[in-house]
């Protein structure tokens, strides 16, 4: 089975600023990996995914992520953030291949100071 | 396209009531998951249905159970609410499969007294 852990429940940064969201995950297979961002009273968002072939994902809103299968880690960042982009940002692994159910962190709040 | 739409969006129950909750994919997607998102407990996978079969099944009780129509819209239901139910329900549609991408709806806010 698989595990996903973020470590940073809050993250505070100022604006403009670049920002990193560390998520590790765990599991003895190949994984598919995701993040997801979740705005107020609303659903989740599909940020980035890997899959597979570019270990660089980049994603929507000038997010991107590495894939790091050394250091099982798939680090979330943004070279500078908006007031826009004050949400929680959710990580997630699935099992590569068939019907795997997919495990969400515990989220990591980012707030962006004015 | 219309995104998943979720309904009812609020919900206010008494201990011991059922309750079912309905999620409408997005048009082509086969595959509908339902998550408890809390805040102690974070995003919890509850099922996953694909062309009306269960294909995978979180660790909850039996009182939470699923269902998916021909046309892929799904019903959750819970049986003798308990207060610890009280959560946002997301459900998810994919295209086959959740493993690959996931296409979130707004979630029902259910609230136990």
């Known amino acids: 089975a698989q595990s996903v852990t973020q470590l940073d429940s809050q993250v505070p940064v100022f604006e403009e600023a670049p920002v990193e969201l560390r998520c590790n995950y765990s599991s003895s297979v190949s994984v598919y990996l995701f993040w997801y961002v979740q705005y107020p009273n609303q659903g989740l968002q599909l940020l980035l995914k890997y899959l597979s072939g570019s270990t660089l994902v980049k994603g929507i809103n000038g997010f991107e992520a590495e894939f790091n299968k050394s250091q099982t880690s798939f680090h979330l960042r943004k070279p500078s953030v908006h007031i826009s982009d004050t949400a929680e940002y959710f990580c997630a692994v699935t099992e590569a291949g068939g019907y795997q159910k997919v495990t969400f962190g515990t989220g990591t709040k980012l707030q962006v100071i004015p | 396209k219309a995104g998943v739409t979720q309904t009812p969006r609020y919900l206010i129950k008494t201990r011991g009531q059922q309750v079912t909750l309905s999620c409408s994919p997005i048009?082509?997607?086969?595959?509908v998951s339902w998550y408890q998102q809390t805040p102690g407990q974070g995003l919890q996978f509850l099922f996953e249905?694909?062309?009306?079969?269960?294909?995978n099944k979180g660790n909850f009780p039996g009182r939470f159970s699923g269902r998916q129509f021909s046309n892929s819209r799904s019903e959750m239901n819970v049986s003798t609410l308990e207060l610890g139910d009280s959560a946002l329900y997301l459900c998810a549609s994919s295209l086959v499969q959740s493993s690959y991408e996931q296409y979130f709806g707004p979630g029902t806010r259910l609230t136990v007294t």
């Open positions: 249905y694909f062309s009306e079969t269960q294909r």
């Open positions: 048009s082509g997607h086969r595959s």
